[in-house]
């Protein structure tokens, strides 16, 4: 007889198999520290330059990032320093995919903040574009936040080699 324990027990398997095993990771801690913006954009596209990525979707990637991380510098932490975590990964299927945390003080309400031209910061004269910009540069992008910090995962699966490089 089959159980209800069972069941849980075989759903907990099939869901740890279907998780798909990375070609590559690599994580990062950085300090928010305005000048780690440009570190950590460039650190992602030497990451994916591993796959032989076109020069506009190598441009995407370092927009999306530097829109990320710069929220985490300038909303998360605002005046104080803390650190972000950033976790990327490449798939066999040519997907990246790139997780940026802080642990700052979060988005109280994600709907309006994802709106373009919606800001909190007018007074550092803001354009409120920056969740616009991920979203447009990448194919996915999900935004978690509490207040305990915001967690960005954004996807991009890149074009297949065989394709015309630009
Ligand atoms: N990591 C974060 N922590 C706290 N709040 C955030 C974070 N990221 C975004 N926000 C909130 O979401 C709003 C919209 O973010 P978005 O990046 O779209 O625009 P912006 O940062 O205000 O302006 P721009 O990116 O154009 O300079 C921000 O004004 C801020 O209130
Ligand atoms: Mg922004």
Same mark, same amino acid.
């Given at each position: /007889?089959?159980?209800?324990?069972?069941?849980?027990? %075989?759903? #907990?398997?099939?869901?740890?198999?279907?998780?798909?095993?990375?070609?590559? *990771?690599?994580? /990062?801690?950085?300090?928010?520290?305005?000048?780690?913006?440009?570190? #950590?954009? $460039? $650190? =992602?596209?030497?990451? %994916?330059?591993?796959?032989?990525?076109?020069?506009?979707?190598?441009? +995407?990637?370092?927009? $999306?990032?530097? *829109? #990320? %991380?710069?929220? =985490?510098?300038?909303?998360?932490? &605002?005046?104080?320093?803390?650190?972000?975590?950033?976790? /990327? &990964?490449?798939?066999?299927? &040519?997907?990246?995919?790139?997780?940026?945390? +802080?642990?700052?003080?979060?988005?109280? @309400?994600? @709907?309006? $903040?994802?709106?373009?031209? !919606?800001?909190? +910061?007018?007074? @550092?004269? &803001?354009?409120? /574009?920056?969740?616009?910009?991920? *979203? @447009? !540069?990448? +194919?996915?992008?999900? %935004?978690?936040?509490?207040? =305990?910090?915001?967690?960005?995962?954004?996807?991009?699966?890149?074009?297949?080699?065989?394709?015309?490089?630009?």
């Amino acid at each position: /007889m089959i159980t209800g324990e069972k069941i849980s027990e %075989v759903k #907990a398997v099939s869901k740890k198999r279907m998780r798909k095993k990375p070609l590559n *990771e690599v994580k /990062m801690v950085l300090p928010s520290h305005s000048m780690n913006e440009s570190y #950590a954009r $460039a $650190a =992602c596209a030497v990451f %994916v330059s591993q796959i032989n990525p076109t020069i506009t979707e190598i441009s +995407d990637i370092k927009c $999306a990032v530097s *829109e #990320a %991380v710069t929220n =985490c510098i300038v909303h998360g932490y &605002r005046d104080s320093i803390g650190l972000i975590y950033i976790n /990327m &990964r490449l798939y066999e299927n &040519r997907e990246f995919r790139v997780e940026i945390k +802080d642990k700052g003080c979060g988005i109280q @309400n994600i @709907n309006e $903040a994802m709106q373009p031209l !919606f800001t909190t +910061d007018r007074e @550092n004269e &803001r354009s409120g /574009m920056g969740f616009t910009i991920m *979203e @447009n !540069f990448m +194919d996915t992008l999900k %935004v978690t936040s509490s207040g =305990c910090g915001t967690k960005i995962v954004m996807t991009k699966k890149l074009a297949p080699l065989s394709e015309m490089r630009a």
